[in-house]
C-alpha cells in the first residue's frame, strides 16, 4: 500500500582515526571539467561507521574506487524546472498511483501527492514518524509542501519530492548517472578516512554550524541555529576537502544501490578489497519486506542525535524508490 510506503520512505530517519588523505587512483582528465562538476580521483578507503547507532553500516571494510566527476552540488529548483520545460517531464508525485498495485488503499492515497514534514505543536513519542510526517495531497517539487506552497525564492535550493525514477530520469537528460554507494562516501569523505564527520571528528568545530541539521527539541521546536529550518540554498556552508558541498545535511541524496542491512557483512566477509561496488541484486529490508528500496546518503535538516545522526558519511538511509520527500534530492556523477 502507498501509505506502507510512505512509512517506510521517513523510516530512514530512524580502527583508528585518521586525516590521511586517500591516495589517488585515477589521474585527472586532461579534458576541461564539466560544467558545476569536479574530479574525485578514487582511491581505496575504510567504507563504513563502527557507531553502534549504525547496524547496517557494519563492519567497517575495504573500498576501491576508480575517478569520477561529481556535481559540486546537488541539483537545483531552477535546474530541474529546466529539465521540466524542455522536456514535459512529470514527476511521480505528480502521477496519480494505479490501484491494482496498492489494492484496499484509500482513495486519498491514490491520487497525486507526497510526505511532507509537518512539525507537531509540541514534544511527541519518537517511535510513531506519522506525529511528524504526512501524507499531502498536492505536494510535488514545485509545491513542496503541498498546494499554496511553491518554490519561488528557492531557485537555488536542492530540488525535493523526487522518487528514484525522477532522479534517473534528470540524469539521462543531463548525460550523467547517479552515484553508487560507495563513490558517495568516498566523495563525501574527501581523503578524510574513519573521521566522524566529513570535516573530521568534531560536531561544531570552533562553534561553527557545519551543516543544515535539526538543532533545538525533535520534531517539534527547530531553532534554527544553523540558520535554516527547512532547507538552504545549495553551498550555504562549507565545501569539504574535494570542494564538494552539502555531503551533510540539507537533503537526503539519492544513490543507485539497492538497499540491504546485510551487504556490507557479505562484503567484508569477502575478504580483500572490494572493488567499485555496484550494490547488491535486489533490496530487502526486515523492517518492511517487499518494499523495494534504495540507499540514500546524507542525511537531511532533520537529522539529529535525538533521532537521526545519519548526517555522518558513514551513515546509511533507505527510501522507498516510488517515493520522494520534502528532505529528499539528489546529484549525479559522469566518468
Not at 59 to 74: L, N, Q, S
Not at 96 to 103: C, G
Not at 120 to 128: C, E, R, T
Amino acid at each position: 500500500m502507498r501509505i506502507v510506503c510512505f512509512i517506510a520512505l521517513v523510516a530512514c530517519c530512524l580502527a583508528s582515526s585518521s586525516q590521511t588523505r586517500a591516495a589517488d587512483a585515477s589521474p585527472k582528465p586532461a579534458k576541461k571539467a564539466p560544467e558545476g562538476m569536479v574530479w574525485i580521483p578514487g582511491g581505496e578507503f575504510w567504507m563504513g561507521s563502527e557507531e553502534a547507532m549504525f547496524p547496517d553500516a557494519r563492519p567497517i571494510h575495504k573500498v576501491y574506487v576508480d575517478g569520477f566527476w561529481m556535481d559540486r552540488a546537488t541539483v537545483t529548483n531552477e535546474q530541474f524546472a529546466n529539465f521540466v520545460k524542455a522536456t514535459g517531464y512529470v514527476t511521480v508525485a505528480e502521477r496519480p498511483a494505479d490501484p491494482a498495485l496498492y489494492p484496499g488503499a484509500p482513495p486519498a492515497m491514490l491520487r497525486p501527492g507526497a510526505p511532507v514534514y509537518t512539525p507537531p505543536s509540541g514534544p511527541v513519542p519518537l517511535n510513531n514518524l506519522l506525529n511528524w510526517w504526512s501524507w499531502r495531497e498536492g505536494a510535488d517539487w514545485c509545491h513542496p509542501e503541498g498546494p499554496g506552497s511553491n518554490i519561488q525564492g528557492r531557485e537555488k535550493h536542492p530540488v525535493v519530492q523526487v522518487a528514484y525514477d525522477d532522479a534517473v530520469a534528470y540524469a539521462k537528460w543531463v548525460g550523467k548517472r547517479l552515484p553508487t554507494e560507495a563513490e558517495w562516501e568516498f566523495a563525501a569523505r574527501g581523503g578524510l578516512d574513519r573521521k566522524t564527520f566529513v570535516w573530521g571528528d568534531e560536531d561544531t568545530p570552533g562553534g561553527r554550524q557545519m551543516a543544515n541539521t535539526f538543532q533545538g527539541h525533535f520534531p517539534d521546536h527547530n531553532s534554527g541555529e544553523d540558520g535554516f529550518k527547512g532547507t538552504a540554498p545549495v553551498c550555504s556552508y562549507p565545501a569539504n576537502r574535494y570542494s564538494l558541498c552539502d555531503m551533510s545535511g540539507n537533503v537526503w541524496q539519492w544513490t543507485s544501490d539497492w538497499y540491504r542491512p546485510d551487504y556490507y557483512q557479505k562484503l567484508a566477509a569477502q575478504g580483500g578489497v572490494a572493488r567499485n561496488p555496484q550494490g547488491p541484486d535486489n533490496s530487502y529490508d526486515p523492517s518492511d519486506p517487499g518494499v523495494p528500496k534504495r540507499v540514500q546518503k546524507g542525511g537531511s535538516f532533520l537529522c539529529t542525535d535525538q533521532y537521526c545522526g545519519r548526517y555522518r558519511p558513514g551513515g546509511r538511509g533507505k527510501g522507498e524508490a516510488a517515493s520522494g520527500a520534502s528532505n529528499v534530492g539528489f546529484r549525479l556523477v559522469a566518468q
